[in-house]
């Protein structure tokens, strides 16, 4: 199935799913965004992306902290 970053707050409450299966879904989300992104993409849709990347990085930061900073760290240097 594929989910949106509206389907966050689901995947986080997934009390079956491993940390890491969560950790998976949530990048293949954030893949999927970036791929998305063509040299034709306007900067709103580019700026779009980006506050979509970052709720994705806040939402990895819940249940894995040093990797959540670490991304969002990484992403505040661009």
Do not use: P
């Not at 293949?28 to 700026?47: I, N």
Request: charged share 35%.
């Amino acid at each position: 199935m594929a989910y949106t970053t509206d389907d966050l707050d689901k995947i986080l409450g997934f009390s079956t799913w491993t940390d890491k299966q969560k950790m998976d879904e949530l990048l293949k989300m954030d893949c999927a965004l970036h791929c998305a992104l063509g040299t034709e993409s306007t900067k709103s849709e580019r700026e779009a992306v980006k506050k979509k990347s970052r709720k994705i990085y806040k939402a990895i930061k819940t249940f894995d902290e040093q990797n959540g900073e670490m991304f969002l760290r990484v992403m505040d240097l661009k």
